[in-house]
């Protein structure tokens, strides 16, 4: 059974940084492309990052510069390091593999 559990999200200030992660079990996780996505309230879910199994990236325009997507093959692992956070960044974040999502973790960016 495929599961993806999301960790590491919370209440940051404006300007501030967090990382979150996705612990993969069930799968043959290093020959898998990965991907974050988010879900704002009242809005569709959308891609935020995504990193191939051979470690090539790719970045919605709004987030690149301020987020980095990596993966740990060794921990069946990958991170969504966040900087330079802006209130527009609040949603629900979500890991996904396929057709495999995780539960979501909560980021709010708010002073």
């Known amino acids: 059974q495929v599961q993806l559990v999301e960790s590491g999200g919370g209440l940051v200030q404006p300007g501030g940084s967090l990382r979150l992660s996705c612990a993969a079990s069930g799968i043959t996780f290093s020959i898998k492309a990965l991907g974050w996505y988010r879900q704002a309230p009242g809005k569709e879910r959308e891609l935020v990052a995504r990193?191939?199994?051979?470690?090539?990236?790719n970045y919605q325009n709004s987030v690149k510069g301020r987020f980095t997507i990596s993966r740990d093959n060794a921990k069946n692992t990958v991170y969504l390091q966040m900087n330079s956070l802006k209130p527009e960044d609040t949603a629900v974040y979500y890991c996904?593999?396929?057709?495999?999502w995780g539960q979501g973790t909560q980021v709010t960016v708010s002073s």
């Open positions: 996904n593999v396929g057709l495999i």
């Open positions: 990193i191939s199994s051979g470690g090539s990236t």
